[in-house]
């Protein structure tokens, strides 16, 4: 009896320890805890105008949705001028081959509504580290009066690809 009880043991824990390695192994295999630091936003760098005028001391948000959301906000100077410094986190999810979230940036003005007075919103699913990006939100001319519209940017790293941003900004 005490020899039965000792071999369900012993089975017990070799069953646990074969399905913790080979659930570890299919964990790294698939990427599951390898963190990485992923860049959720390039530097923003843009000027807010209302008509052609400088918008000064207004707050601006910018959300950065990657299965989380990450916000942070500034405000603008005398003459308009607002900055943003690069978001960078650590995540497992662009190495785990089950993840399909796409990046989600958007900058507005609070309004009062979800979606805010729109200055830049654009879903990236490809290339968020991409120089495209980098180029366009390091010179953002924003102007308010302006009713947002869609552009397809094409990408530079895959010009068969294109960003849709949907600004009231100049690109």
């Known amino acids: 009896m005490f020899s039965s009880r000792v071999r369900q ?10 399905l913790f390695t080979t659930t570890q192994v299919f ?3 698939f990427g599951f805890f390898n963190k990485s630091d992923f860049i959720l936003s390039a530097p923003v760098k843009g000027q807010l105008f209302d008509g052609g ?19 942070d906000e500034t405000v603008t100077d005398e003459q308009g001028y607002f900055t ?5 986190i650590k995540t497992s999810k ?6 399909n979230d796409s990046l ?7 309004n ?13 699913s490809l290339h968020e580290n991409s120089q495209t990006l980098k180029r366009l939100l390091a010179d953002l001319e924003c102007d308010i009066s302006k009713e947002p519209e869609t552009y397809d940017i094409p990408i530079e790293e895959d ?11 100049k690109l």
């Open 112 to 124: 009062g509504t979800p979606e805010g007075i729109v200055l830049w919103y654009t879903l990236v």
């Open 94 to 99: 662009p190495a785990n081959m089950f993840d």
């Open 84 to 88: 943003f410094s690069e978001k960078t």
């Open 53 to 71: 005028k400088p918008v000064a001391n207004t707050k601006v948000m910018r959300s950065l949705t990657y299965g989380d959301e990450y916000i």
């Open 27 to 29: 964990a790294n295999m």
């Open 104 to 110: 989600v940036q958007h900058i507005y003005l609070e």
């Open 9 to 18: 043991l012993a089975i017990l824990i070799a069953t646990l320890f074969v």
């Open 159 to 169: 010009t068969s690809h294109t960003f849709a941003i949907y600004t009231s900004c």
